[in-house]
Every structure is written in C-alpha cells, then in structure tokens.
C-alpha cells in the first residue's frame, strides 16, 4: 500500500509536471500563430511589385487619355 506522504508527492509532482505541458501547448499554439503571420506578410510581400507596376501605369495611362504624350 502506498503511504500518505508518498501519495501527497505523487500528487505534487503530477501538478509540477502538468503546468510544463501546458506552458508548451502555449508556446506551441503562439509559434503557429507567428508562422501564420509571417506567411501572411511574405504574401503581402510578393504582391507588391505587381501593385507598383500598376501604380507606373496609371500616370501612363491619364496621358494618354488627355493626349499629353509626345507624339
């Protein structure tokens, strides 16, 4: 039969080791987060160029509508 005092260790070594795996569940969720983020912001990243390309084109464009370009 296990004797009380080892029972009442037993118990505070389970909650001791308890918090550790929540604490790394945590970790774990808060690292997908950023990674999510970080995917998000490469996305954002590769669209630029074709954002300023059309941006260029725009001035390019108004010229022409207003017969403003050299000839």
Not at 6 to 12: A, F, K, M, Q, T
Not at 19 to 38: A, F, G, L, T
């Amino acid at each position: 039969m296990v004797e009380p005092d080892n029972i009442v260790l037993e118990r505070h070594i389970r909650g001791a080791v308890d918090v550790p795996r929540h604490d790394r569940r945590e970790v774990k969720q808060r690292i997908c987060s950023h990674e999510r983020e970080v995917a998000h912001v490469h996305v954002k990243l590769a669209e630029l160029p074709e954002r300023v390309d059309r941006v260029s084109e725009r001035p390019e464009r108004v010229e022409r509508r207003l017969d403003l370009t050299e000839a």
